[in-house]
């Protein structure tokens, strides 16, 4: 395999988080849920104190009620009024009713139309009234997302909503009005798949793509190697005081392992960039690069043989060979012993 580290510890992340906040400041009634537990999409897990805003719509859908039966009268007196002004038209325009007659028929019309007209707008706007305070007591009703966990919870029934900057939620009326800097009162996060962000040296980025296989390692869970695939390579360089330049890369955790890696746990990630199948191989520590050349000590009849190699992929571990060495041939990995060259006898005990 030919493989690259990331430069530096990454962090593993939900798909997505969304922190929950009050768009009315009313105190809480109710908390269904506690930190931790799973929630479904459109779920309450917060309930504010719906009392005022109940008793509101009420007497809306009551004055939206007194509005439709005031346009219906009005309806039909218009419809009347309608019928006797094209009546009595008609015998104005045929000189059998005098003009003070026609002009008290017409004005009665022109003022039931008027009402009319001012009865239907009312009812619009007792319409539009009721549609206002129903998604006003919607508001009180602090709702799942999606499907998913509640990481964070922090509320208390009876308790005002607090807002940023302040130790309770008693707040001048000036700040009322800044709804957007409440504090959250609750975060859920999508865990159905997790990702891991980690930094990876910026003269690699040119070498990862979409889909590439990655094992991903934690202390959190000592001897489990988690297999994903990269699902987003940053098109910026970033740098920091720590570190060199860097690019971060998202790795999405198969769903198989997503249950073992806790969010926000610290792990190591290595890209697979390629992987040759069926290869000669020998270990990366045991080839030795001089004037350009690459050999290994290998033994032939007890006699140690300097080995020219032409070498393949590699990673830390692990070199492929391509020429130079046939499987099954003995190659000197103790280079620290004292005295290793060529030509040198030496006596294998225990095929070591």
Not at 38 to 53: H, Y
Not at 89 to 110: C, I, S, Y
Request: aromatic share 6%; with cysteine.
């Amino acid at each position: 395999e030919k493989t690259i580290t990331g430069v530096s510890s990454g962090t593993v992340e939900p798909l997505r988080r969304v922190k929950l906040q009050a768009l009315l400041l009313l105190r809480i009634k109710k908390v269904n849920f506690k930190e931790g537990d799973r929630v479904k999409e459109g779920e309450v897990i917060i309930k504010l104190d719906d009392t005022e805003l109940t008793i509101k719509l009420e007497l809306q859908k009551a004055a939206l009620t007194t509005s439709g039966l005031r346009l219906s009268e009005l309806g039909e007196q218009f419809r009347l009024a309608r019928q006797n002004f094209e009546r009595t038209k008609k015998l104005f325009e045929g000189g059998a009713l005098a003009d003070a007659r026609f002009d008290e028929v017409k004005g009665q019309f022109t003022t039931t139309d008027k009402a009319f007209a001012v009865a239907k707008n009312a009812l619009t706007e007792a319409k539009l009234s009721v549609r206002l305070t129903e998604e006003e007591l919607e508001k009180t009703n602090i709702r799942a997302p999606f499907n998913g966990r509640i990481s964070f919870l922090d509320a208390t029934p009876g308790e005002l909503p607090s807002f940023a900057g302040t130790e309770s939620g008693i707040v001048s009326s000036q700040s009322i009005s800044a709804a957007n800097q409440l504090k959250p009162f609750c975060e859920v996060i999508d865990d159905s798949v997790l990702k891991v962000k980690v930094p990876f040296d910026e003269v690699d980025a040119t070498k990862i793509k979409m889909g590439q296989e990655t094992r991903v390692i934690s202390d959190t869970v000592p001897g489990m190697v988690f297999k994903g695939k990269v699902i987003y390579v940053s098109p910026v360089v970033s740098k920091t005081l720590e570190q060199n330049r860097t690019v971060d890369v998202e790795v999405a955790v198969n769903k198989a392992d997503k249950e073992r890696l806790p969010v926000g746990a610290s792990v190591d990630a290595e890209i697979i960039l390629h992987i040759e199948k069926d290869v000669i191989l020998v270990p990366t520590n045991t080839i030795i690069e001089k004037d350009e050349k690459k050999f290994v000590y290998t033994i032939e009849e007890n006699i140690i043989k300097k080995r020219f190699i032409k070498t393949g992929i590699s990673s830390w571990e692990s070199t492929q060979i391509l020429e130079g060495l046939k499987e099954g041939d003995p190659v000197i990995t103790s280079l620290d012993i004292e005295g290793i060259k060529e030509g040198k006898k030496v006596k294998i005990e225990n095929g070591e």
